[in-house]
């Protein structure tokens, strides 16, 4: 039997309809941040952090160390995820890690030279590689977790609100520095981690917590 086509406004409607949900809702800047992180790595990192201190031919080498770290995370923080609280606890340390590289870019780094300069950016490549991992795995889990009726609906929502974060990245790079990009950066992730913070402590208090 041919299958019903669902057509592009019935999509729409059930994207939109989903964000009646508070738990949705408490989760989509998670979704946007972690868009933002990855289209960081493309439009700052490479370009405003790599080239000055490796010049060009470093910046293979850079994403090289962050793709592998990224790897290993992304295996590690799946074979320790198994309900709610491993999730909040992996997600925390990841955002944790992340933080402190974007308090360290604002306050702290400078582009330096020798053996040091060199370093810096791989120490930094490898630190967000881990952080990426972490959300890339965890986001997916907390999906499956909470909308086990619905997981087609929430990875929707995920991709939309990925993708357009990262379009946001790529269409202010060109017009603002490094350490704009960087407030913005911090704020967005405070504000995604305090919702989804709050959301599974209210999953923890109402005994729902899936697992």
């Known amino acids: 039997m041919e299958e019903k086509k669902v057509l592009p406004l019935e999509q729409a409607y059930f994207l939109l309809s989903f964000l009646g949900e508070a738990r949705v809702l ?27 201190a490796l010049r060009l031919s470093g910046v293979g080498g850079a994403m090289a160390v962050y793709g592998v770290a990224d790897a290993i995370c992304a295996l590690l923080a799946g074979r320790f995820t198994s ?23 604002l306050f702290g780094y400078s582009l330096s030279s020798g053996v040091l300069g060199s370093i810096l950016p791989l120490v930094i490549g490898a630190v967000w590689g881990i952080g990426d991992g972490v959300f890339n ?28 974060a990262t379009a946001v990245v790529f269409f202010l790079s060109p017009a603002i520095g490094l350490k704009a990009m960087v407030i913005i950066m911090t704020a967005a992730l405070c504000i995604s981690v305090s919702g989804f913070l709050f959301l599974a402590l209210s999953l923890q208090k109402s005994s729902i917590v899936p697992s």
């Open 83 to 105: 309900d709610l609280y491993s999730v909040t606890l992996i997600v925390s340390f990841g955002s944790f890690l992340q933080f402190v590289i974007l308090l360290w870019l």
């Open 26 to 52: 408490l989760i989509i800047p998670l979704f946007a941040y972690s868009g933002l992180q990855q289209a960081f790595v493309w439009a700052e990192f490479t370009k405003k952090i790599v080239e000055p």
């Open 137 to 164: 795995t965890q986001l997916n889990a907390l999906l499956g977790m909470l909308f086990r009726q619905n997981t087609e609906a929430a990875f929707a929502q995920l991709k939309v609100w990925q993708s357009a």
